[in-house]
């Protein structure tokens, strides 16, 4: 470049673009954007939305998982033995039975078998260890009478037709299915030797025990004892 040249150069200024040129990147003016056109941080906010669908999906699988645990088919959802034959029974419609009139009546497991954390604890443990007791032909829990008692089956938010407690429902039971008067299966003359289980059965037939010995009318779906 000659000398001409140069002084015309430096008269029309610096070039636009050039370096100390106005608007330039290294005129160290700042851009709208921030220093040095750098682009705006975006707030954070898809963690909190994951943690939020998380936890929503937690409360409803919880919510889920808690009305299956009232449904008698949770019972044998795992544990098919011992729990597949009470299921069964459960919704076989069978009159004979006396889980089909609780199940007529909208009752589930739980509502008379009551969920205590203990004892849920308990049957975990004898189920995994294999150590509950089986009745001899393997269908049922050996366990069954320590149910059938007047503190399990008479409690007063039960059976609230025949009564409210044991005694209000023995006096309710003179002539009982159509007999004479002068007959109470619950007013026994072997002086309450009877245990409850001895006639009233959930899962299995009921038995009308006095008729081991009398020939009285039948309530329905019951049989004598020894039926074939």
């Given at each position: 470049m000659s000398i001409d040249?140069?002084?015309a150069a430096t008269a029309a200024g610096p070039?636009?673009?050039?370096?100390?040129?106005?608007?330039?990147?290294?005129?160290?003016?700042?851009?709208?954007n921030g220093a040095l056109g750098a682009a705006p941080k975006k707030p954070r906010r898809r963690g909190w939305i994951v943690a939020g669908v998380v936890a929503a999906v937690i409360v409803v699988a919880g919510a889920g998982f808690w009305v299956w645990h009232e449904q008698p088919s949770f019972c044998n959802a795992i544990c098919h033995s011992p729990m597949d034959y009470y299921v069964?029974?459960?919704d076989d419609g069978n009159p004979q039975l006396g889980v089909t009139a609780h199940a007529k009546a909208g009752e589930a497991c739980l509502d008379c078998?009551?969920?205590?954390?203990?004892?849920?604890v308990a049957e975990v443990c004898a189920w995994?260890?294999?150590?509950?007791?089986?009745t001899e032909d393997g269908t049922m829990l050996a366990t069954?009478?320590?149910?059938?008692s007047e503190k399990f089956c008479a409690r007063p938010e039960c059976h609230h037709a025949a009564g409210t407690s044991f005694d209000e429902i023995t006096a309710n039971l003179w002539g009982f299915a159509g007999n004479d008067e002068k007959y109470n299966p619950h007013a026994s003359h072997q002086d309450m030797a009877?245990?409850?289980?001895?006639?009233?059965?959930?899962h299995e037939n009921q038995v009308l025990v006095c008729n081991e010995c009398h020939d009285l009318t039948l309530p329905e779906g019951w049989e004598a004892p020894h039926a074939e």
């Open positions: 040249e140069e002084k070039q636009e673009g050039a370096p100390g040129a106005p608007g330039s990147p290294a005129s160290g003016a700042a851009s709208p069964e029974t459960y078998h009551t969920a205590e954390l203990t004892t849920q995994v260890s294999d150590t509950y007791p089986m069954g009478k320590q149910f059938a009877l245990e409850c289980s001895d006639c009233h059965k959930i």
